[in-house]
């Protein structure tokens, strides 16, 4: 199986365990559902596989990489880069992002896998703004978002990264963004699938095209609209 953030592998007991709690969670509903996701945070960390997505945990979240490991970064060592096609190139320091004019909203977070988060409290800077301040040339056309795990990209259209609910995400529940949540600093798309909202967000690259992410190469949809 994977490999935890620690180096420790997710064991064939964890997983028999997972199905045979799943099968409760089906059977005795959303209470103790809830429960079984409190019970089952630390194997969720350990899980960079995706597999806790299978297992009906109620409404919560599920923390995955495609990477397994990924090396936290602070206000000391964070940056963001927006580079490309642009005649303004930046770089924001964690301090930058946090001075600037700030978005609030609640929405229900929606994974393609199917599992949701409702109501959680988004707090960022518009990406719109980002992209205005950088200013794109004639020739742009999508954007793409690049994540420090070194291996994770996902692509939005320019008009769709300039959508009033895509911001770079600075906080959520009136806290920092975790780093288990893709923190310091994240996307957060709120009509497009999760697999869009990039974690651990470190360039915002403006290209000529429209060319599939990650997970778009592997079969999602490349415009990842919820409901579509």
Request: include cysteine; glycine fraction near 12%.
């Amino acid at each position: 199986m994977g490999a935890d953030p620690d180096g420790a592998p997710v064991g064939r007991r964890v997983v028999l365990g997972l199905f045979g709690l799943g099968a409760v969670g089906i059977v005795t509903g959303s209470k103790i559902q809830g429960g079984l996701s409190e019970l089952l945070a630390p194997v969720q960390l350990r899980d960079p596989t995706g597999f806790t997505a299978l297992v009906p945990l109620g409404n919560t979240w599920r923390y995955y990489s495609v990477t397994g490991s990924v090396t936290p970064r602070d206000a000391t060592s964070y940056a963001l880069t927006v580079s490309g096609l642009v005649d303004r190139p930046t770089t924001y320091r964690l301090a930058d992002l946090e001075a600037l004019p700030q978005t609030a909203f609640t929405d229900t977070f929606q994974c393609v896998t199917g599992w949701h988060v409702p109501d959680v409290p988004w707090t960022g800077v518009r990406l719109a703004g980002l992209l205005d301040a950088a200013a794109p040339t004639a020739e742009a056309v999508g954007v793409r978002f690049h994540s420090f795990d070194g291996t994770y990209s996902v692509n939005m259209t320019l008009d769709q990264a300039r959508a009033d609910d895509v911001i770079v995400a600075l906080s959520m529940y009136g806290a920092p963004v975790t780093h288990d949540h893709g923190g310091p600093v994240r996307i957060y798309s709120g009509s497009m699938y999760g697999y869009k909202s990039t974690k651990w967000l470190s360039e915002i690259e403006v290209t000529p095209n429209n060319e599939p992410g990650y997970w778009e190469d592997r079969g999602y949809p490349l415009d990842g609209f919820i409901g579509e």
